[in-house]
């Protein structure tokens, strides 16, 4: 049994990029992840919670600037 746990939350729905935006993995990654050794899957965790902070930092602009 592997040591990396899958980050999936089981909300599972690709965006235009091809992340999912449950777990933040790729379609690539996602697929990959049953053969992927312990090493991989925590340089893909790595990527995970750098796509989740480029996440959270994203602050979609609303209405109109104010004059």
């Known amino acids: 049994m592997s040591g990396v746990k899958s980050p999936c939350v089981c909300v599972c729905a690709l965006d235009d990029d091809n992340i999912c935006m449950g ?27 750098v796509r989740e902070q480029a996440a959270m930092n994203f602050m979609p602009v609303t209405g109109t600037p104010e004059s």
């Open 23 to 49: 777990c933040q993995r790729t379609g690539e990654e996602i697929s990959r992840w049953g053969s992927y050794s312990d090493d991989e899957k925590r340089e893909v965790m790595k990527k995970v919670a």
